[in-house]
């Protein structure tokens, strides 16, 4: 399910793993590029800096509670130069032995491409093969 706004786009999946192997995979560089198909460079480590699909994605941990909740800055080499980043904030939820996926996408700049799109294609449909 999804809700899309101007400027806000939020998404939510269940899938067949626990939360500590989607925090893994969205916060170490190696299960990020293998669950994605693409170069990440990631931390699992407040205030550091990551990238994601060879560098199209850059951003920076702003807060982190293991297993539970990531909030990051995140910007493409699409937004133009003087936009501000925009936030995105995961939370995972383990019920019935599957996890649940929630993802807030924030301050996206006005004109910008079809996030909806792209976080199906390029994180969510990966996600649920990667978990399998």
Not at 96 to 112: A, V
């Amino acid at each position: 399910m999804q809700i899309i706004k101007h400027g806000f786009l939020q998404r939510f999946a269940y899938f067949s793993t626990d939360a500590k192997r989607l925090y893994q995979a969205w916060l170490y560089s190696e299960q990020h590029s293998k669950m994605t198909g693409a170069e990440a460079t990631c931390s699992d480590i407040e205030g550091e800096a990551f990238t994601a699909w060879d560098g199209y994605i850059s951003g920076v941990n702003i807060e982190l509670n293991e297993n539970q909740r990531i909030v990051q800055t995140f910007r493409t080499t699409e937004f133009p130069e003087d936009e501000g980043d925009s936030k995105i904030e995961i939370t995972l939820s383990e019920m019935d032995g599957k996890c649940e996926f929630t993802l807030m996408h924030t301050n996206i700049p006005e004109g910008q491409s079809d996030y909806k799109k792209g976080w199906i294609e390029h994180y969510f449909e990966p996600m649920a093969e990667y978990c399998d």
